[in-house]
């Protein structure tokens, strides 16, 4: 404020938007917006000055809750496990948390700006940019799951949660959201899947695989032309 008094007493110019701290009566504190005006004599020489002065103490304190609840929702994100992230309307990164060190075994600084195809495991990606397409377009997908490349080349399942990112204006500039990995939960699956089929000491075929698969022919034997053997050896 003492900086502001003298530029308005050197420069004969006024000062606006100043933000000041003052004491109450009860030691309290509040905060003003205050405008410095000079008032001069008809020789432009100053002989004082014009204050106007808001009482801004209630927007100040919300302003400073509010970037403490920003500072720790963007805590939250950073330290959280699953993927966040967001793209833009060319599929390029527009940001990352450091779930990414986990799941694609890169720093977030790396991947800002490439393509989100790049990891996409090529199995997926014709159907994966379909649905990120439809998503530019305004759609949401809740659980989409797909396959994505870690940077030692190993496929890592994710569960995609997607939405559309809109600007001030509510256009569709691009896509957001959050992604779950769930490579190992894949694995157990299809390790239970494997072990309902198989007999767990020779690991061949068991009996409840052949009941399933003879009720499959019989089915496409009764759709069409087609004849099938069954086979009993010792």
């Known amino acids: 404020l003492d900086k502001a008094l003298e530029y308005v007493l050197m420069a004969r110019e006024r000062a606006t938007n100043l933000r000041a701290e003052l004491r109450t009566r009860g030691n309290g504190y509040r905060h003003y917006s205050m405008s410095l005006?000079?008032?001069m004599t008809d020789e432009h020489t100053v002989i004082g000055l014009q204050v106007v002065a808001h009482d801004i103490t209630e927007l100040s304190m919300t302003q400073q809750a509010l970037n403490a609840s920003e500072a720790r929702f963007f805590d939250i994100i950073e330290t959280a496990h699953d993927l966040v992230w967001s793209v833009d309307r060319e599929a390029r990164w527009t940001y990352l948390n450091q779930a990414t060190r986990m799941i694609y075994g890169r720093e977030p600084e790396q991947m800002i700006g490439q393509s989100i195809a790049d990891v996409m495991d090529a199995g997926c990606r014709d159907k994966d940019l379909a649905t990120l397409a439809q998503?530019?377009?305004?759609?949401?997908?809740?659980q989409y799951e797909t396959r994505h490349l870690h940077s030692d080349g190993a496929l890592r399942h994710l569960s995609f949660n997607i939405k559309p990112m809109m600007d001030k204006e509510w256009n569709i500039v691009g896509a957001m959201g959050t992604a779950r990995d769930i490579t190992e939960q894949k694995r157990?699956?299809?390790?239970l899947e494997h072990l309902a089929e198989h007999d767990v000491?020779?690991?061949?075929?068991?009996?409840?695989?052949?009941e399933r698969e003879l009720e499959r022919v019989v089915a496409q034997t009764r759709r069409g032309n087609v004849m099938y053997g069954l086979l009993y050896v010792d």
């Not at 998503?135 to 997908?141: P, Q, R, S």
């Open 135 to 142: 998503v530019l377009e305004g759609k949401d997908f809740v």
């Open 37 to 39: 005006v000079p008032v």
């Open 201 to 210: 000491l020779t690991n061949i075929y068991n009996r409840h695989y052949f």
């Open 188 to 191: 157990y699956q299809h390790r």
